[in-house]
């Protein structure tokens, strides 16, 4: 199985940016979709943004144009940037892939805190 490592969550004031990053270990581009979801204490677990080997990007609806999501295959690591964050934008930012035959992979999650 792949393995995802993500980093760069934190606490931010309303109105602040964080880039998440999400390093595997293996080719980024042996993956079908790479892609971020996020647990708000006491919801379900939502897709925040994905993109596909084709760059074709998804971004739920809560976070259009505030939230985009790259990718560098020379570092194997996809990146979450979030600006304009909002409280509601609090959770856990799991990093995810799905590798085909390899199977989906989860990172190990980190906490986003936004402030107001």
């Known amino acids: 199985q792949v393995q995802l490592v993500e980093a760069g969550g934190g606490l931010v004031q309303a109105g602040g940016s964080l880039r998440l990053s999400c390093a595997a270990s293996?080719?980024?581009?042996?993956?079908?979709?790479m892609g971020w979801h996020r647990q708000a204490p006491g919801k379900q677990r939502e897709l925040v943004a994905a993109i596909s080997n084709g760059d074709i990007t998804n971004y739920a609806d809560s976070v259009k144009g505030r939230f985009t999501i790259s990718r560098d295959g020379a570092k194997n690591t996809v990146y979450l940037q979030m600006n304009s964050l909002k409280p509601e934008d609090t959770g856990v930012y799991y990093c995810n892939g799905d590798f085909g035959w390899r199977g989906r992979s989860w990172g190990q999650g980190t906490q986003v805190t936004v402030s107001s």
């Open positions: 293996r080719s980024i581009f042996s993956a079908n979709t």
